[in-house]
């Protein structure tokens, strides 16, 4: 096991949702503690993270959390989103989501009535 945290350009976030309608309704407890921002306590096990979002936390705080680490330069953002334009193995997300859509349209039923605005 690791002796300290390591020194790199990866960061953990964890996010714990509230419970749900169904899960209030069962009458279930919420078993998580939070000693501090980046921990979390469950079952006497400590887990410690960058930053831990807690079930009050907002989906708008969450949003900006996130945000605020990925538009850092150099963090990988036209990498993973673009990749290597041109070559199939090294695609990013963009390309790969477009190809997808278009060989959906592709393999769609040719027998479709056009429909007109």
């Known amino acids: 096991m690791a002796e300290g945290p390591a020194e790199c350009g990866v960061q953990v976030f964890c996010r714990i949702r509230p419970l749900n309608k169904t ?3 069962n009458g279930d407890r919420f078993l998580p503690k939070f000693p ?5 306590s469950i079952g006497g096990k400590v887990f410690v993270y960058d930053k831990v979002f807690t079930p ?4 708008e705080q969450v949003y900006m959390g996130a945000a605020y680490h990925i538009v850092k330069t150099s963090s990988g953002k ?3 989103m673009e990749g290597v334009i041109g070559d199939q193995t090294m695609q990013g997300i963009i ?3 477009v ?3 278009f060989n959906h349209i592709y393999t769609m039923d040719t027998e479709l009535e056009p429909l007109y605005f």
């Open 95 to 97: 390309p790969r989501i």
């Open 56 to 59: 009050n936390t907002t989906q």
């Open 36 to 40: 501090s921002e980046d921990t979390i």
């Open 23 to 25: 899960e209030e309704k």
């Open 78 to 80: 036209t990498h993973t």
């Open 99 to 101: 190809q997808d859509i």
